[in-house]
């Protein structure tokens, strides 16, 4: 017996429990599109699995429903997959261990993937029930949205009939989504020359953060370890001949990263200065970020004296310096809609190994997530990356661009379903833009005259290992949607 086995609706817990135990982060999709793709065949429903593992799968109008226009319920199968540091589950092999703690479903030690699989779980619950009355429905479960919406990108959706979308992927009950930001994917890269030298080996960690959404958090302006860490080596740079060994933060661009850790040789005199410069970073940045992300820490941990490779001194301030200069968080504020954030950017991703002495230089990565209402802003703020990383004489790629998504002002669907929710709930939805990404402005240039909505069920801190999800939320959209489904236009 599951561990959701005993929540309402059971049909959308088991599956949502079922997905859990497929392991499903962001490339590593093959499990979860068989599976689905076997859900369909099973039941006997038309489906398409493509050769990027997308699934498509058609049930028919229910008797009575046929002249109903069609509707296709969309979402994707990845997740964004982290972990804690202290956790044993390996997420690229094992399944999650959901658990229940009052009205919230969370998975232990590792995010929940609740972003997205609680779409996966309405869609096979609706196309798996016959109590449901329903219109023709067109499911579209896409892959890698998480890490640039490849899925969406690549999918072949020429065969569908209908041309109203739900999309479900949406984190906050009684909002409907009506246009996102766009946005793109930048890779730094810093070659820096390495040298073969002995001194005395130390770890600096420094996290303890909240992290969260780049999309739907950014305009908290919680710390970012990655950011914060290049300013502690620009400070030490200054002051030490300080020697990058290692540097790592960060788990996925659009994760505003929680901890970054770097290793470093100085020499044996030089530890005691790098402890007192480590320390009063952390006291500033705690006060800084004091009402805004308060468990802030910088670790210190002398390691043994060694010959190691690393990056000279010059090119460790260099790379310092790059770090420190480099934009990052929200740049503008929406002129025409108070609250929303227009262009932002995340360092959500660090990576430097440990070089090795073969005549070629170290490569540092630096990875963004770029993301505007504005298409013109998104380009500038996209060029303005590449410029800084030149400037330190490094280059930069530019990939996964997606379109933003465009308010209609003339949506039948949107009337339908604002007119279900006032006479359900006696009070209407909000209706609003976010800045987060969706897949429904590269889905709508492959639909012609695409109408969307996205919707979902209330779940907080996704993409982090706090994440929840709302049982009572997850039910009250549930029930909505079969209400939704099952009211024919015009009644």
């Not at 009355?133 to 959706?157: S, Y």
């Not at 952390?282 to 805004?292: D, G, I, M, P, R």
């Not at 954030?341 to 090795?356: A, F, W």
């Not at 709302?470 to 029930?479: D, G, K, L, Q």
Request: charged residues 30%.
């Amino acid at each position: 017996m599951g561990v959701l086995s005993k929540l309402e609706p059971k049909s959308v817990f088991h599956y949502f429990e079922e997905i859990t135990r497929i392991p499903h982060g962001s490339g590593n999709v093959e499990q979860i599109s068989d599976y689905l793709a076997d859900f369909a065949r099973k039941r006997g429903l038309f489906y398409v699995q493509d050769q990027w593992k997308n699934v498509i799968i058609v049930k028919e109008a229910a008797p009575g429903y046929e002249k109903e226009p069609p509707v296709i319920l969309q979402g994707h199968m990845d997740m964004v997959a982290v972990k804690k540091p202290d956790c044993d589950i390996d997420m690229k092999t094992e399944g999650l261990r959901v658990a229940v703690r009052g009205d919230e479903i969370y998975a232990e030690g590792t995010s929940l993937g609740g972003d997205d699989g609680i779409a996966v779980a309405y869609i096979l619950a609706l196309l798996d029930s016959d109590a449901v009355k329903h219109p023709k429905l067109e499911a579209v479960i896409t892959v890698d949205e998480e890490v640039g919406m490849d899925g969406a990108r690549a999918i072949d959706l020429s065969m569908l009939t209908g041309s109203r979308m739900i999309n479900l992927d949406s984190e906050d009950e009684g909002i409907f989504l009506t246009s996102c930001a766009g946005g793109a994917r930048v890779d730094c890269r810093l070659q820096l020359a390495v040298e073969e030298k002995s001194g005395t080996l130390v770890e600096i960690t420094l996290g303890g953060l909240q992290g969260g959404h780049s999309g739907g958090e950014i305009h908290r302006e919680r710390g970012n370890s990655n950011c914060l860490m290049g300013r502690l080596l620009w400070a030490l740079a200054k002051k030490l001949q300080v020697r990058l060994c290692e540097l790592t933060g960060g788990l996925a661009d659009n994760a505003i990263p929680r901890e970054t850790r770097a290793a470093v040789l100085v020499e044996q005199g030089d530890v005691r200065l790098l402890r007192e410069i480590a320390g009063m970073a952390e006291t500033q940045v705690k006060a800084e970020l004091s009402s805004k992300d308060p468990g802030l820490f910088i670790r210190v941990e002398e390691k043994e004296r060694r010959q190691a490779v690393c990056v000279t001194p010059e090119d460790t301030r260099r790379s310092a310096a790059f770090l420190w200069a480099l934009p990052n968080g929200v740049q503008a504020m929406s002129a025409d809609m108070p609250g929303l954030v227009e262009t932002s950017l995340n360092l959500g991703l660090l990576n430097l190994k440990e070089p090795l002495l073969r005549g070629e230089s170290a490569e540092l990565r630096a990875g963004f997530s770029v993301r505007s209402s504005v298409e013109s802003a998104k380009r500038a703020l996209v060029e303005k990356l590449v410029a800084v990383t030149e400037l330190a004489g490094g280059e930069a790629d530019v990939s996964g661009d997606y379109p933003g998504w465009k308010y209609r002002k003339d949506s039948p669907l949107r009337e339908k379903m604002t007119a279900v929710y006032e006479k359900r709930y006696g009070r209407p939805p909000r209706v609003e833009a976010i800045h987060a990404g969706l897949e429904c402005g590269i889905l709508g240039s492959k639909i012609q005259d695409l109408d969307c909505v996205s919707m979902g069920p209330q779940m907080h801190d996704i993409h982090t290992t706090e994440e929840t999800l709302s049982i009572s939320s997850a039910r009250r959209v549930w029930e909505y949607l079969v209400e939704l489904l099952e009211t024919k236009d015009g009644v």
